[in-house]
Nanobody, 121 residues
Framework: VQLQASGGGLVQARESLRLSCAVSGSFFSISALGWHRQAPGKQRELIARITEGGSTNYADSMKGRFTISRDNAKATVYLQMNSLKVEDTAVYYC????????????????WGQGTLVTVSS
């Protein structure tokens, strides 16, 4: 199983960007998919997560400009980012929580490789 994040790049402040993260490989279920980010010199922080049923959780500081969504048929999670700010510059990571390869096996967490988002003023 692999997670492949894409969609990062260089944008100007106040522009929008949509990130995608596709889960490839064979699996039975995923409890939740999420997005995190890590800015230079800072710890990785949660942006949002979405459960298999579609329930979402956002970090308080991320509410309003970021929207997470999920396409279960495509095993893909998206992050729509609007009104980007210079301080949003970071490497953005997707993760899968409690991914179960086969029924009755324990689920494990998986991480994608990250995609860089750079916001210029």
């Amino acid at each position: 199983v692999q997670l492949q994040a894409s969609g990062g790049g260089l944008v100007q402040a106040r522009e929008s960007l949509r990130l995608s993260c596709a889960v490839s490989g064979s699996f039975f279920s995923i409890s939740a998919l999420g997005w995190h980010r890590q800015a230079p010199g800072k710890q990785r922080e949660l942006i949002a997560r979405i459960t298999e049923g579609g329930s979402t959780n956002y970090a308080d500081s991320m509410k309003g400009r970021f929207t997470i969504s999920r396409d279960n048929a495509k095993a893909t999670v998206y992050l729509q980012m609007n009104s980007l700010k210079v301080e949003d510059t970071a490497v953005y990571y997707c993760n899968a929580e409690k991914l179960v390869i086969r029924p009755h096996l324990r689920g494990n967490d998986y991480w994608g490789q990250g995609t860089l988002v750079t916001v210029s003023s």
